[in-house]
């Protein structure tokens, strides 16, 4: 899909597009268990969901720096095997529809690994849809930095203030609002003024969300 209208959609992955917070949950937990220790729910929202591999190990394993790399590729390995099908998040087919009507430019921008990346976004069937797929550990910086969401309006040849993104967690949303970029937060497990205190402009249940709707058409006018 090559983008024509001076106007760009970003979109976080995991719990964005389709959630996928309790597979991750379980292979953290059974990463934790192989280690003989728990994971709770509470310490996975508030210091996992969203966060860099390189900071979660950090925070899960501060007594073996040598092995954060491998035990980071464990636990992704068990999440893309648990990964059987995969369900779009309500509405999201329907913006990438309208996006491709009006020639809109489409980037995902997430902190998950690129082997994850790819195998859900075929999962989701949008692997050609996507005009720019950036990934924060192959960046200077992952998520809440700028980084990946600077790096995903110039791939897409667009600008933060022609743009819109979505985002689930903190430090994603941290990371779109301090590009510039005017953010939606989509609801899950953490309460709403979570996501609008890190700079959401408002916090939506998903993409068939009416205010939405009519966001992007003044935006795109």
């Known amino acids: 899909m090559n983008a024509k209208a001076d106007f760009c959609l ?7 597009l389709t959630h996928t917070d309790d597979l991750h949950f379980d292979a953290f937990a059974t990463l934790m268990a192989e280690h003989g220790r728990a994971l709770d729910h509470d310490t996975f929202l508030r210091h996992i969901v969203g ?3 390189e900071a979660i190990m950090a ?3 501060p007594g073996l720096p040598e ?30 529809d309208w996006a491709e009507r009006h020639g809109v430019g489409i980037a995902v921008v997430t902190n998950a690994p690129r082997a994850n990346a790819e195998l859900m976004l075929a999962g989701l069937g949008l692997t050609d849809r996507v005009d720019a797929l950036v990934i924060g550990d192959e960046l200077a910086h992952g998520k ?6 600077q790096t995903g309006l110039t791939r897409l040849g667009g600008r933060a203030d022609r743009a ?9 949303m941290r990371a779109a609002h301090a590009a510039g970029i005017h953010s939606y937060g989509i609801a899950g497990a953490l309460p709403p003024q979570t996501l609008l205190d890190a700079g959401a402009a408002a916090v939506i249940a998903d993409f068939t969300a009416p ?3 009519r966001w992007l058409e003044r935006a795109l006018g």
């Open 10 to 16: 970003l979109f976080d992955l995991d719990g964005t």
């Open 51 to 53: 966060a860099t591999n």
């Open 59 to 61: 925070r899960l394993f």
């Open 67 to 96: 092995q954060h790399l491998e035990l980071a590729e464990r636990k992704e390995r068990l999440f893309r095997d648990s990964v059987t099908r995969l369900t779009p998040t309500p509405g999201a087919p329907e913006l990438f």
């Open 144 to 149: 809440p930095h700028p980084l990946p969401y």
């Open 164 to 172: 819109c993104a979505f985002e689930d967690s903190p430090s994603g």
């Open 211 to 213: 205010e939405l709707w």
